[in-house]
C-alpha cells in the first residue's frame, strides 16, 4: 500500500464525527500503516484530523509533542487537541495556508515544487535548534530497529525500492552497520517525501507529519526528498533540490540513508 488520497469511500471513524460536530468531513489522505487523515469544515476555519487504528504502531502522542516542540521554530501545524479510545487514537490540527508538493497543480509545475520542498527543509535545518531537541532520529537506533525487524522476520526485500532488489537482508544490514560519518546534525523532519511539504503561492508554507522528527545527519532527508521527486514527479528532479536546499549532492550519504529507509 502506497500512501496518498483515498480511491474509494472510507468509513469515518465515530470519534472523527464527533471532532466535527456537523460540519462537513473529508478523508484526504491514507498512510501505509491504515492512518487516514480527514479534513473538517473547509476553507480558512476547516481542521485536520489524522486517525490511526489500534495496533498500527502510529503514535500520535507522541507526534503531537514534536510538533509542538518545532512549532516554534518551523511552520508547523498548531496542535488542537489529542485522544484515544478502544478503536484507535487522533490528532487534531489546525490549517496551514498551502496544499501538498503533489496537489495537482503542482505536479504541474515540478520545478516550483522541488524548490519549494529543498527550501522548506533548509529552513527546518537551520532554524530548529539540535542543542534543544529532544527526539532523535540517529543512525545507531534505527539499525536497531531494523536488526529487530529482521530477527522477527517483517523485512519484505519484496518490497523494498528497485534499486535495492537482488539485495539479501544480511548484506544489507551489514552494509548498515557501515555508515558514512556525519555531514552535519540538523533535527531532521523524519519523513521528507513530497506529500509533507505544503506550498503557497508557489512558496514553502509548511511540514506536516512529523512524526519521525529528531536530530539526524541532514542527508536522512536529503536522501528521501530527492528519492521522493522521482516517485512523485519523474525522472531528473534530484539535482534542482539540492540545489535549492544549498548544497552539493552526496551520492555515498544518498545511498546509505535510502537503504536506511527501506529496511526501517
Known sequence: MLAGPPQNSVAVPN?????????????????????????????????????????????????AARMKWAAPFSRVPEVLDTGEDESGSWLLTASLDGETAVAPRWKRQP???????????????????????????????????????????VTDPAQWHPEHHGMSVSHALARLADPPPVDR?????GDACAPNTLIHDGMWAGHVDLGSLGVADRWADLAIATWSTEWNFGPGWERELVEAYGTDPDPARTAYYRLLWDLT
Not at 491514507?30 to 485536520?48: H, K, M, P, R
Not at 529543498?118 to 531494523?146: D, I, K, M
Open 185 to 189: 546534525l540538523v533535527v531532521c523532519h
Open 15 to 63: 470519534v472523527v464525527r464527533e471532532i466535527a460536530a456537523g460540519r462537513e468531513v473529508a478523508a484526504v489522505w491514507l498512510n501505509q500503516l491504515g492512518g487516514i487523515t480527514f479534513q473538517i469544515g473547509a476553507g480558512s476555519v476547516c481542521s485536520f484530523v489524522k486517525w490511526a487504528p489500534t495496533g498500527s504502531g502510529l503514535d500520535l502522542a507522541d507526534e
Open 111 to 153: 520545478h516550483a515544487a522541488v524548490r519549494a520542498i529543498g527550501v522548506g527543509l533548509r529552513y527546518l535545518h537551520e532554524h530548529a535548534p539540535v542543542t534543544q531537541c529532544p527526539f532523535s532520529w540517529s543512525v545507531p537506533e534505527r539499525v536497531e530497529r531494523a536488526q529487530q525487524r529482521a530477527r522477527h522476520g
